[in-house]
């Protein structure tokens, strides 16, 4: 019978979503991919369990992560999560922050996307019986939808949590005005709105160009970053090239803007520089992205307890001197 250990919360940070009392640890594990019906459950759960054993008490799904319209569907991640909630983690759920998003396709038909209050209100009680709890800790609008009025979005959202379904509210993959329309919106319902998930890494500095973090400071939300190693560009795997087969996740695009071998040599200069701060390139990677703390927490994604350790390094480590940060500024130009 599992039993976590003792010491977990002495190893990662913990910091708040925005202005709000939510605290998540500075590094999540996300169930995006590999999570789902065809993947084999004993050792994702041995995983999800080494996560919380080592101070990962935040675990972020979709309904609309699986595996497609392929064995079994979406939803499957959201399965296989509540399959260990109900059953190892059980005696720990007031511990943990659970997270689910509405907005991608779950299911055929009108609404089985979007963001319309139907679809909102029917897609938290699917993902609550596919999780196998009662509550999530944060509910996301995964999208904006432009075919549903932004008013009838939140006011949906607003009443997930006034139902006590959700805790939280977040909204994701939203652009600069959307978000700060949202949170105009949510903040006069008095919804507790606290994070906005994006892409975001050392190669997509989007948020930052875009004004988004000024916005989200001003609104009292924080960011959450996933993909924070750009699938796997940021680590030590393609410092020798980028195979012809990579598959970029539509967000970074432009990332490869001036070639491949542009990229492979930025990602060289990087290691460097974190090998001279005693860290891989994904722990630089993931220091770097928590450098402000308006960025509560980023999200890795991984099936393998020796990566998840290696991340999980980066928050021994989380200083940069303004030399530091100026050269990095300098390398990623």
Known sequence: MYQAKADRYGQVPVRHAGNSGLVLPAISLGLWQHFGSNDPVLPRRELL????????????????????????????SEALLGQVLASDLKPY????????KVGYEIHPGPFGVGTSRKAVLQGIDDSLRRLQTDYVDIYYAHRFDEQTPLAETVQALDTVVRQGKALYI???????????????????????????????????????TSGLLKTLRAGGAGVIAYGPLSEGLLSERYLDGIPSTFKIHPTNQATFADGKEAVVAKLNRLNALAKGRGQTLSQ???AWL???????????GTTSVAHLEDNLGAVAHLDFTPDELAEIDRLLA
């Open 93 to 100: 759920r007031d511990e943990l922050v659970i997270a689910t």
């Open 170 to 208: 977040g909204i994701s993959n939203f652009a600069t005005t959307q978000a700060q329309e949202a949170l105009t919106l949510f903040h006069e319902l008095k919804t507790p709105v606290v994070l906005d998930q994006m892409s975001y890494n050392m190669l997509n500095r989007g948020v930052e």
């Open 49 to 76: 369990l080494a996560a919380f054993d080592r101070g990962v008490f935040h675990f972020d799904v979709a309904n609309h992560y699986g595996n497609g319209d392929h064995g079994g569907g979406y939803g499957t």
């Open 284 to 286: 630089l990677a993931l």
């Open 290 to 300: 928590l450098r402000d703390p308006v960025v509560a927490s980023v999200i890795i």
